[in-house]
């Protein structure tokens, strides 16, 4: 199982963005990156996902490197309800699709 | 979609009985899978379903736990003989594998189980 690498823990400042880093040194070929988060007392809840270009959707952004060893989830405008613990997931479509999940980044938005 | 439901949300069993879960998927969802989530942990993957078929389980899911997903609808998750140690949150999520964003899986806000 590709493993991958986040600090425990962050802080941002209400409405300023955020860097969420993740490196994913054994990352292969056939592996897609993807983001939860998880608020408190709730099950996971899908942010964004891809496999080589960045990607951008409503909640989001996803900046990946070129070599994809490492990837940046940006929130752009932090708020309060973005307080969670951000995972950072390898899926390699050859194997299944069940997500094996790190112990992920615990964020804090400070007001 | 109305989302993943779980019921019950809350479970507090005594060590050695037999406790049972249940997961029904956002409806059209063909796959399910069963995860476990410890105090400080990310979730564990324990199995997955597509359709009718349980297509891998983890090395994590012991003699004791047993899914089933007779119909390709809803699913079941019993533990036997809990032991203090199967204290967990089970979630359960499901995703499509046609049309729409088949990468996706959508979660279910989970079990939580006490063994005293």
């Known amino acids: 199982d590709a493993k991958t690498t986040q600090p425990n823990s962050m802080e941002s400042n209400e409405e300023e963005p955020v860097h969420l880093p993740c490196n994913h040194s054994?990352?292969?070929?056939?592996?897609?990156i993807h983001w939860y988060r998880q608020l408190p007392s709730q099950g996971p809840e899908y942010v964004i996902h891809?496999?080589?270009s960045n990607v951008n959707n409503r909640m989001a952004s996803l900046a990946i490197a070129e070599d994809r060893k490492s990837s940046t989830l940006i929130l752009h405008r932090a708020t309060l309800r973005d307080a969670a613990v951000y995972y950072c997931i390898l899926r390699d479509v050859r194997t299944g699709n069940q997500f094996y999940f790190g112990t992920g980044t615990s964020l804090t938005v400070i007001p | 979609d109305t989302g993943v439901s779980q019921n019950p949300r809350h479970k507090i069993t005594k060590r050695g009985q037999n406790v049972t879960f249940r997961c029904d998927p956002i409806?059209?969802?063909?796959?399910l899978y069963w995860y476990r989530q410890t105090l400080g942990q990310g979730p564990e993957f324990l199995t997955y379903f597509q359709n009718e078929a349980q297509l891998e389980k983890s090395r994590l899911l012991s003699d004791r736990f047993s899914a089933e997903r007779p119909k390709g609808s809803f699913s079941t998750l019993e533990i036997q003989r809990t032991e203090q140690g199967d204290s967990a949150m089970y979630l359960c999520a499901s995703s499509r594998t046609r049309g729409g964003n088949t990468d996706t899986q959508y979660f279910g806000p989970g079990t939580r189980l006490t063994v005293l």
């Open positions: 409806s059209e969802h063909n796959r």
């Open positions: 891809g496999l080589t």
């Open positions: 054994t990352i292969s070929g056939t592996d897609y």
